[in-house]
């Protein structure tokens, strides 16, 4: 009978345990931003962005989800050329880049304070893969500014892409703008 509540007791401790790490890896809110309208002409919906609306509460992450191999993500279509919805210059140099080129974005968790910079991730959705090189962060603790162009923050799991990949990936023009996919470090 002793050894019966000894493997019942180190079960239930294993149990614990185990929903103890995955609750710890769970991802959420930091924070809220408030909304503000956007000064007129200054929010870019090229590709069919979204603008801020007044006193809307958007939440903010500084996490993203746990990566892996096949990290699940949300692919979003993003321009990094001049002009373009993706507001500035990339973070990672500076730069603007050609929207027939495969580079993304990662949420903020998976930017990682820059350290997939100028690096390539392998994307898989729609039966394809493709590799891009990382340039940006998808700001998921800032937005609804000038420096966001009135964009929210992203949400946590977003890889926002430029044209480029979306046309590697096969997908047609009519669906492009949002996709669930994987992605791992290349």
């Known amino acids: 009978m002793k050894s019966f509540f000894s493997k019942v007791s180190?079960?239930?401790?294993?149990?614990l345990t185990i929903f103890l790490v995955s609750e710890a890896q769970q991802c959420?809110?930091?924070g809220r931003i408030r909304g503000k309208k956007p000064p007129p002409g200054q929010c870019n919906q090229e590709d069919?962005?979204?603008c801020c609306k007044a006193g809307k509460m958007y939440?903010?992450?500084?996490?993203?989800?746990?990566i892996s191999g096949n990290t699940k993500a949300y692919l979003t279509l993003n321009s990094f050329e001049k002009g373009g919805d993706g507001g500035g210059p990339s973070e990672c140099d500076g730069k603007?880049?050609?929207d027939n080129t495969p580079v993304v974005a990662l949420s903020t968790g998976w930017y990682n304070g820059g350290?997939?910079?100028?690096n390539n991730i392998r994307i898989n959705g729609n039966g394809r893969s493709v590799v891009a090189m990382v340039v940006d962060e998808c700001d998921s603790?800032?937005?609804c500014d000038a420096d966001h162009d009135y964009q929210p923050p992203c949400p946590n799991n977003i890889v926002d892409?430029?044209?480029?990949v979306w046309k590697a990936l096969g997908v047609s023009e009519d669906n492009w703008g949002g996709l669930d996919i994987t992605w791992s470090d290349a």
């Not at 350290?115 to 100028?118: A, F």
């Not at 892409?161 to 480029?164: F, I, N």
């Open 10 to 15: 180190i079960l239930a401790i294993m149990l």
């Open 28 to 30: 959420r809110p930091s």
């Open 48 to 50: 069919n962005s979204d």
């Open 59 to 66: 939440p903010k992450y500084t996490c993203s989800p746990s």
């Open 96 to 98: 603007y880049h050609n």
């Open 115 to 118: 350290s997939r910079c100028l």
């Open 141 to 143: 603790t800032e937005g």
């Open 161 to 164: 892409a430029s044209k480029a």
